[in-house]
């Protein structure tokens, strides 16, 4: 695809309810991230991919939290038993390489989820 | 802790007029610091890219400056336009095994015509 796609564009949900939040790369990247966007706050690490696998899931709040990646392509953010706090925008990146040596390695970002938990 | 620290937090000029946004910092040692243009609804583009040994990085109309002495950034915007209207933000890429990036709390430019 030509960028990075997320879906839903809004999900709106209940207290206590489970949602999943889905993440398109852009095709042939290997790394993914994903990042969370509250109302004045400045962008939260999440969980990093390499291929299917997440080196660095540090970001994750809380064990509600929890995402996964097959193929090396697609990944899924789940949320189980949201909270009013969940409300964010929930942004996902890739890049062609997850290493920080490449330095100039570009995350590319998709439009994000916005989650309203009511 | 790593700290990314943007002013002002809002900023309305008219169009045509040229800002600059402030980036203060307390994150070491760091890769290179990319300023991102994220508009309303959308994911943040880069807009520039330094590593920490440049001081200057242009852009057509944007200009970063990095002035490691003092620990701040700063992005130039000459010739606003209304399509400069979204946040700003700063973004420094850790030294670390992968691409770990800290972000600024981003500024909100709205270009009034």
């Known amino acids: 695809g030509a960028g990075v796609s997320q879906s839903p564009s809004n999900k709106v949900t209940e207290k206590g309810k489970d949602v999943e939040l889905r993440c398109d790369p852009i095709?042939?990247?290997?790394?993914l991230y994903w990042y969370r966007q509250s109302l004045g706050q400045g962008l939260e690490f999440l969980i990093y991919f390499q291929g299917n696998s997440a080196p660095d899931k540090s970001g994750l709040p809380s064990d509600r939290f929890s995402a996964e990646r097959t193929g090396g392509s697609v990944s899924t953010l789940t949320i189980q038993r949201t909270q009013q706090e969940d409300s964010a925008v929930y942004l996902c990146?890739?890049?062609?390489?997850?290493?920080?040596?490449?330095?100039?390695?570009?995350?590319?970002f998709g439009p994000g989820t916005r989650l309203t938990v009511l | 802790k790593n700290q990314v620290e943007q002013s002002p937090q809002s900023l309305i000029i008219l169009e045509g007029k040229n800002c600059t946004l402030q980036?203060?910092?307390?994150?070491?040692?760091?890769?290179?610091l990319r300023w991102y243009k994220q508009d309303t609804g959308r994911g943040p583009v880069s807009l520039t890219i330094m590593t920490f040994s440049e001081n200057t990085k242009s852009n057509g109309r944007y200009t970063a400056t990095l002035d490691a002495d003092t620990k701040q950034s700063s992005l130039h915007i000459t010739a606003s336009q209304l399509s400069d209207s979204a946040s700003y933000i700063c973004?420094?890429?850790?030294?670390?095994?992968?691409?770990?990036?800290?972000f600024g709390t981003g500024t909100r430019l709205l270009v009034s015509p």
């Open positions: 980036c203060n910092y307390t994150v070491s040692p760091f890769s290179n």
């Open positions: 095709s042939g990247h290997t790394a």
């Open positions: 973004v420094f890429l850790l030294n670390t095994g992968f691409q770990k990036l800290v």
């Open positions: 990146a890739s890049s062609l390489a997850g290493s920080s040596l490449a330095g100039t390695n570009e995350q590319f």
